[in-house]
């Protein structure tokens, strides 16, 4: 099966502009996280959705970053205005349905950031 | 609140050895898991071994498995036969339950392995 689709793979931009990027999940899988990934760190949740709802948002900067999943396929995460400290990686995830004990987290190769 | 320690900021291996990467948590959750993924440098995180609160033996999954000591708190990864390709960030995780939602995963700073010809 395909995996998880992130794009674009890069993205350089000026502080104070705006970013989106795009996330199409694996086939069936209703749950989707977007994760930030700074230089040196591990990642760290931003928002999970179920579906095309929100379960878990307490991570996200909410004055500058918004998501969305609309119909429950594929999600954008945006940026606006960015900061420079918003320079990271961003990481795209997703997980097929169910709670069984292992049930892991697909990850997308994820989108680069750099804020000048 | 839960917290995942990885204190080993970068490790080398010879190839052919085996490595072990030390992962210690903090949770007052009876019920948690345990998470390996590897990070090459191509970005995507790939999982590699599953160890849950509850069971009784240590996972396995192929070159890779888990020491399990429940009663430390650690949760350490042993990759046997070391392979140039093994080269990457490792990131240990544990699966966080809040509010009812599931599987949101805490990760530690990662360890850096360097596999040596």
């Known amino acids: 099966e395909a995996g998880v689709a992130q794009s674009p793979r890069y993205k350089i931009i000026e502080k104070r502009q705006s970013v989106a990027f795009w996330c199409n999940p694996i086939s069936g899988h209703a749950t989707l996280y977007w994760y930030q990934q700074i230089l040196g760190q591990g990642p760290k949740l931003l928002i999970q959705f179920q579906n095309n709802g929100v379960v878990d948002d307490s991570q996200l900067p909410k004055d500058r970053f918004s998501a969305e999943r609309l119909k429950g396929v594929d999600s954008t995460l945006k940026i606006q205005p960015a900061k420079l400290e918003d320079s990271a990686v961003y990481l795209c995830a997703s997980r097929r349905p169910g709670t069984g004990a292992r049930n892991e987290q697909f990850f997308g190769p994820g989108t680069r950031l750099t804020v000048l | 609140a839960q917290k995942i320690t990885q204190t080993q900021p970068g490790m080398f291996v010879q190839e052919k050895e085996a490595v072990t990467l030390d992962c210690t948590y903090d949770t007052s959750d009876p019920s948690y898991g345990l998470f390996w993924y590897k990070q090459p440098s191509s970005g995507e995180m790939i999982f590699l071994i599953y160890?849950?609160?509850?069971?009784?033996q240590n996972a396995t999954e192929g070159r890779y498995s888990l020491n399990f000591q429940k009663a430390r708190k650690s949760a350490n990864l042993v990759i046997s036969a070391s392979q140039l390709g093994d080269s990457a960030m490792y990131f240990c995780a544990m699966r966080e339950i809040v509010s009812g939602a599931t599987n949101k995963l805490i990760f530690g700073t990662g360890t850096l392995l360097a596999v040596q010809p």
């Open positions: 160890q849950g609160s509850y069971d009784q």
